[in-house]
């Protein structure tokens, strides 16, 4: 799905649906993206489309750097994995990874996803932090976390076709 960055074009949110919303940036303001107060809207304050595009990545970036703030502690106690460090940037494809070293990354889009499956792909990192693998030993760690994880898989294999920058 390829985005035009223009007014009115929809965007995922948290699992709801914003539209965009451009104004150009006035004398005051340098730019940026804000969710509006009612939360309908991500208004853009930029002049092109690829200072929209910009803003609208950080946008997303600090929205899940916020999320991973919060969920990254509850499961790490609640599995007893501590990563090194975790990170958010943008990638196209993986929605997060975790070096042998204890490093975790996630993607900036995952806050275009529900709040389940944000946690779920929190939940698969760390486990990875136990298992550097997908094996069953890895699976039963992630189902006893997250009993319904085959349904958020589902679920992510959905709502990421739509969560494109």
Known sequence: MSRE??????FPYRGNWVTLTLRGADGDSRGGAAL????????????????????????YTARTEETI????????????????????KYAKTRWGSCSSDGRLFFNSRL????????????????????????????WDC?????????????????EGQSAQL
């Open 5 to 10: 960055y223009r007014d009115e074009e929809k």
């Open 36 to 59: 509006s107060e009612d939360g309908m809207s991500l208004i853009v304050r930029a002049e092109r489309p690829e200072e929209a595009r910009r803003f609208v990545l950080f946008f």
């Open 142 to 158: 992630v189902e006893a976390a997250l009993p319904t994880c085959r349904a958020l898989r589902r679920k992510l294999r959905i």
């Open 111 to 138: 806050s275009m996803l529900s709040d389940d499956v944000a946690e779920y792909i929190v939940v698969h990192e760390l486990c990875h932090l136990k298992q550097m693998n997908h094996s069953r030993a890895f």
């Open 69 to 88: 703030r919060e969920l990254l502690p509850v499961w790490s106690k609640k599995l007893g994995a501590r990563p090194i460090s975790a990170s958010v």
